[in-house]
């Protein structure tokens, strides 16, 4: 019989190894994220799919996340949380093997969407593990930190290691990362991670899991349309849908004795202050660096492989800063930490605001570096407060919570300061004469389009019509990230004041949190 250590009981070897074996899978669903895009053009020689196929073999992994995770990270609660994430290992490992060896676009989208739900299932799993194994908050501090430098690591190498596999195999090679890593955890997980699950959970609400479906999903889809394509109709529609359903769903959660979401953690004041400085962060971060990866692609020139290492110091810099975090939280406090995180974040955006169109990627990777190093401590400490501020049989809902608000906020960011940058680009981009006016009109839209068009011009034409273009883009770029350096200097004083008292799960005490059930391992 497995049951939750006492609140404050410090953490062994079997705990400290059992991190080792969460932090595999944390690492892969970052990498799976981010190295399917170098394969993109094999795939497609390979598989002929039409451009809207390729396009849900790239977006259907991240809407099927982002749609489960709520569901997966309450269901764990429900059924104990190690058995829901040797589930979802074997389901990732099958489906990982499925997609490498893919005859058709359909059969690797349908590949990709179980990817997606298994990595749903991952992800709240290893997250609410971990807030269980370490019930002394310096030890669960510090072991976030690793979880979360896992995550940024995985996201940091996933161009290299995709560029390298590409290099010698074929496409279907970037998808055989995950089996080996699962396998592992298969074996491993039995033996080394005890088995939590919530005492008297009551039966999944099939109509909740629904409603939240319906709810993400279209809002996901809408705000990534916004940042590909602009406002348009279609998009707003979809996000207008979402909300709406996003009313039923609270509606009915908050009627449920045994609810799929308990909104009643946002009667903690630091829970939601947490969720919501977690969220401007993505906001920032991720609007911000979508620029970023089309700057030194289309505006320095680099190739996608090397453009991916240009951004693996930035990723160090996060991971040096994730893993400083607790040790700097002990000594000046967590709101400090995090407030201070966030302003130095803000310093790295002004950075980024002195970018120019001939300058190279030298200033926009220190500026993104300096904002990644700041945002790196509060991303640990923020995740941590999360999870320790909930009773230990909410770990789970609470987890799913940290990474839905993270896609969220990502998404936001996407979609916000990437219609800037483009609506900045629109107003300021000008087209020489001599170019033909299909050219003109898709320069005019996008700096991808005036690139796509400049391959089909002679040299002189080309160069004519992309320097406007990129600095244009470039504008936008530097009023994104003026944007994002107010945001962050805004949160660094609400960090500092909303989140320094510190707040362990012991002071829900017994009387108002009962214990996690112990479970039999299988």
């Known amino acids: 019989m497995e049951a939750a250590p006492p609140t404050g009981a410090r953490a062994g070897r079997r705990e400290w190894l059992g991190l080792a074996v969460l932090a595999l899978p944390t690492l892969l669903l970052s990498l799976d994220m981010s190295v399917l895009h170098l394969a993109l053009p094999h795939l497609a020689a390979d598989l002929r799919p039409s451009s809207s196929q390729l396009l849900w073999a790239m977006d259907v992994y991240g809407f099927m996340i982002a749609g489960f995770l709520i569901t997966m990270g309450t269901l764990g609660d429900r059924i104990g949380r190690r058995r829901l994430l040797l589930i979802g290992a074997a389901a990732f490992g099958t489906a990982s093997v499925l997609a490498a060896y893919s005859t058709s676009a359909e059969m690797l989208i349908a590949s990709r969407a179980v990817l997606g739900i298994a990595g749903a299932t991952l992800m709240p799993s290893t997250l609410a593990l971990i807030s269980n194994m ?67 959970a009551g039966r999944l609400d099939l109509a909740s899991v629904a409603l939240s479906l319906a709810m993400i999903l279209p809002i996901i889809y809408g705000l990534k349309k916004l940042a590909e394509d602009g406002p348009a109709a279609g998009p707003l529609a979809a996000i207008a849908v979402g909300a709406v359903v996003g009313v039923v769903f609270v509606r009915r959660q908050l009627r449920l004795p045994d609810p799929l979401l308990d909104l009643r953690l946002f009667r903690n004041r630091t829970f939601g202050a947490a969720l919501g400085t977690m969220m401007a962060g993505a906001v920032a971060m991720g609007g911000t660096f979508l620029l970023i990866s089309q700057y030194l692609q289309m505006v320095s020139g680099l190739s996608p492989l090397r453009a991916g290492l240009w951004l693996v110091p930035p990723a160090v810099a996060m991971i040096i800063g994730t893993l400083l975090s607790a040790s700097l939280a002990q000594r000046i406090g967590r709101g400090t930490v995090i407030g201070g995180g966030m302003a130095v974040t803000a310093v790295g955006f002004v950075v980024l605001t002195q970018a120019t169109a001939d300058g190279g990627p030298t200033l926009v990777v220190l500026g993104l570096m300096v904002a990644m190093v700041g945002l790196g401590p509060g991303a640990a400490l923020v995740t941590d407060i999360v999870v320790g501020s909930v009773p230990p049989e909410k770990s789970g809902s609470a987890a799913s919570m940290s990474e839905t608000s993270g896609e969220f906020g990502v998404a936001m960011g996407m979609a916000l300061l990437g219609s800037l940058g483009t609506a900045i680009y629109r107003s300021r981009v000008t087209v020489p004469e001599g170019v033909p006016a299909e050219a003109a009109a898709a320069a005019r839209d996008t700096l991808a389009g005036a690139a796509a068009a400049a391959e089909q011009l002679p040299a002189d034409t080309a160069a004519r019509l992309l320097e406007p273009a990129r600095e244009a883009f470039t504008h936008g770029l530097n009023a994104a990230a003026g944007l994002g350096a107010v945001a962050m200097a805004v949160f660094a004083v609400l960090g500092i004041v909303l989140l320094r008292s510190p707040r362990s799960r012991g002071e829900h005490g017994s009387a108002t949190a009962p214990k996690s059930a112990p479970a039999t391992a299988p």
């Open 134 to 200: 370490f019930a002394d908050p310096k030890q669960r501090a510090t072991a976030i930190a690793v979880w979360s430098s896992c995550f940024m690591g995985g996201t940091a190498l996933g161009p290299v290691i995709g560029g390298l596999l590409l290099q010698w195999f074929w496409w279907g090679s970037v998808f055989l990362l995950g089996v080996p890593v699962m396998v592992l955890l298969l074996v491993s997980a039995p033996v080394l991670l005890p088995e939590y699950r919530a005492e008297n």
